[in-house]
Each structure stands twice: as structure tokens, then as C-alpha cells.
């Protein structure tokens, strides 16, 4: 009889095993770029269960930018995804209907590289000097506002299009004085400049007065109408993940690269220490991780304004909404 309960014991619990599984709702997450440092949080979430406590299977996809990112979010090939806010306002201006519904970095990352010893040590110090730039990054978009914000006279720089893939190497060869880039990058950076013995160093832009929201959760405005509770399960759960991996960086690292092996563990690591600095502020600390401030969205549209065709019917409440997070201490 005690050999009957424990097989129909068995039997019902993984029928019940099962039936969970089959309830757990299918979502798909798009990322900005390739995974890396930045994604941490996305892929605790997974690994650690906090997706799967939120009753979610969740396919993470790699992204090819925030603009195509947007696209896929904006007609539903993707339930949630990371994009920038300057992005978000384009798109709309562009008849997306997207919205940023958590923060990542609440400082922004635009930087200039530039290697140590070689006369650059102000940004004045740039001109009569190049500069390497992708042609479509958001940072060369903003370089008329940083040149204005730090006494530089942009006239005198020359700007060369280089492709993403080859800044750290022509830094590092000396072809190009400086590299526009994201302070994300200069754990790389800084890997390429010591193998020909040098160092790296960089003007921040947001230490000169350029500063506004960056990467952040997406969501469309019909998810956000029809699925509500799938979004904010998606939002709560991610901003877990990450408020997690700020506690525990090892730990983070790890469950990263058990889902992307073929990236480097260290280098990944140094890429979420900087993330981190970019997380923690007077801001999140006071309101949670992912806390997105109405002012300073206000400030992000203004600023876009500045270097691209917004659409003027565009009200801020367009841009964001934190309906759908709760606070998430960072600590």
C-alpha cells in the first residue's frame, strides 16, 4: 500500500510540476546590443528564477541597436526590450508608440576616449586633434553639447568614421587621437591600451553638464493596454535581477556567463562595475532601482530637441510611465 501512495504521490506532484510549467506565460526580451556587462540583470533574472517566479519563460534575444529594438517592441516581435530614451522620443516622432517603463543607468554613459600622456588632459586640449566616431552613435549626435557645455571649439576637431569594431584598435595604434564611445566600454578600452604598455582616460559627459536618461525597459503601448500584468511582472522582475546582481557582483558574473559562455567573464564583471556607478544614485536610493524622474525625462525630450526633428505634440507623459514598477531598493 506504502509502495501505491508514493507512486501516486510522485505522480501528482509532477503532474503538478507540469502544469505549472504550462502555465508560466511566454515572453520575449529583446536587448539593445549584444549581451554584455550591462545585461547582467536581465540574465540574473533568468538564471536566478526571478522570471520563473513571476510565472514567466522568457526567450532574451540579442539586439542590433535601441532604434531597431523599438521596432521590434513597437509591433509586438518583442514583449518588452532595452532601449534609450532618445531613441523612444524618435520613434514616437516616428509614429512608434513605445514607452521607457524603468530606468538602467540613471547618469548617462557618453564619454570621450582617449589615451593618457599623449597632451590631452582638458577637453580644449582636443582641438587641432581627430577624433573617431561610428557615424550613428547618440554620443556624435550630442558632441555640439558637449563641445558648447566644456569651452570647446568643435570646428577644430576632425572627425573620422570609424567602424564600432575598430575604435579600440585605432586608439590603441595611435591613428586617431580619441574615440567617442560609453564609459561601459573602457573595461575593453583599457585591455587594448595595455597591451602596447599606455593607459586609458576620459572626459565624461555628463561631468560637463550633459546629462539625461539612457538605456532603459521599453514596452508599447498596447502591450502596456492589453497584457498590463504580463509588463509589469516582466519590469518587476527584471529590476529584481539587477537590484540582485548590485549585491552580488561574483554571483552575477557567473550566472552570466553560464548563459553566454563564450563571453569573458572578467571583462563582463569590469563592465557591471561600471554599470553599477551609473545605477546607484541620490535618485534610486531615494526611490528605488529603475526609478525614472519626470524632470529629468522633461530635460532628456529638451535635450534630444537639440540635435533631432521631434514632433512637438510630444508630452513627456508619452515617454514614460511608472505604473508598472514598484519600489525596488537598491541596497
Not at 511582472?233 to 546582481?245: D, K, N
Not at 541620490?282 to 525630450?301: F, H, P, Q
Request: charged share 20%; net charge positive.
Amino acid at each position: 500500500m506504502r509502495t501505491v501512495r508514493t507512486l501516486l504521490l510522485g505522480l501528482l506532484t509532477a503532474a503538478i510540476a507540469v502544469s505549472t510549467a504550462w502555465a508560466q506565460d511566454k515572453a520575449t526580451f529583446a536587448l539593445n546590443w549584444i549581451p554584455s556587462g550591462n545585461h547582467f540583470g536581465v540574465f540574473v533574472a533568468k538564471e536566478r528564477g526571478f522570471f520563473r517566479g513571476a510565472d514567466l519563460d522568457v526567450d532574451i534575444q540579442r539586439g542590433y541597436g535601441s532604434g531597431d529594438t523599438l521596432k521590434r517592441v513597437a509591433i509586438g516581435t518583442a514583449d518588452i526590450g532595452i532601449a534609450d530614451a532618445a531613441s523612444v522620443i524618435i520613434g514616437r516622432t516616428n509614429g512608434l508608440k513605445v514607452k521607457q517603463i524603468a530606468s538602467i543607468f540613471d547618469t548617462a554613459f557618453d564619454c570621450i576616449f582617449f589615451l593618457e600622456n599623449n597632451g590631452i588632459t582638458q577637453p580644449k586640449d582636443l582641438e587641432g586633434r581627430s577624433l573617431g566616431a561610428a557615424p550613428s552613435e547618440t554620443t556624435v549626435n550630442i558632441l555640439p553639447i558637449f563641445a558648447a557645455k566644456a569651452g570647446v571649439d568643435l570646428k577644430k576637431i576632425s572627425i573620422l568614421s570609424i567602424s564600432p569594431s575598430a575604435k579600440y584598435a585605432s586608439l590603441a595604434a595611435k591613428t586617431v587621437d580619441s574615440i567617442v564611445g560609453s564609459t561601459v566600454e573602457e573595461p575593453a578600452n583599457q585591455n587594448a591600451a595595455q597591451k602596447i604598455g599606455s593607459k586609458i582616460n576620459r572626459f565624461r559627459f555628463s561631468d560637463y553638464g550633459v546629462d539625461y536618461y539612457s538605456i532603459g525597459l521599453v514596452a508599447s503601448d498596447q502591450m502596456l493596454a492589453k497584457r498590463p500584468d504580463l509588463v509589469r511582472r516582466l519590469a518587476v522582475s527584471t529590476m529584481q535581477g539587477y537590484a540582485w546582481s548590485i549585491q552580488h557582483p561574483g554571483e552575477a558574473a557567473d550566472a552570466f556567463a553560464k548563459s553566454v559562455p563564450e563571453s569573458s567573464r572578467d571583462l563582463m564583471l569590469a563592465q557591471w562595475k561600471v554599470t553599477v556607478g551609473h545605477m546607484i544614485t541620490e535618485r534610486t536610493r531615494s526611490n528605488g532601482v529603475g526609478w525614472i524622474d519626470r524632470a529629468r525625462m522633461i530635460s532628456t525630450l529638451e535635450l534630444t530637441k537639440t540635435y533631432q526633428n521631434v514632433d512637438p505634440a510630444i508630452r513627456v507623459e508619452d515617454l514614460y510611465t511608472m505604473e508598472y514598477l514598484p519600489k525596488i531598493p537598491v541596497n
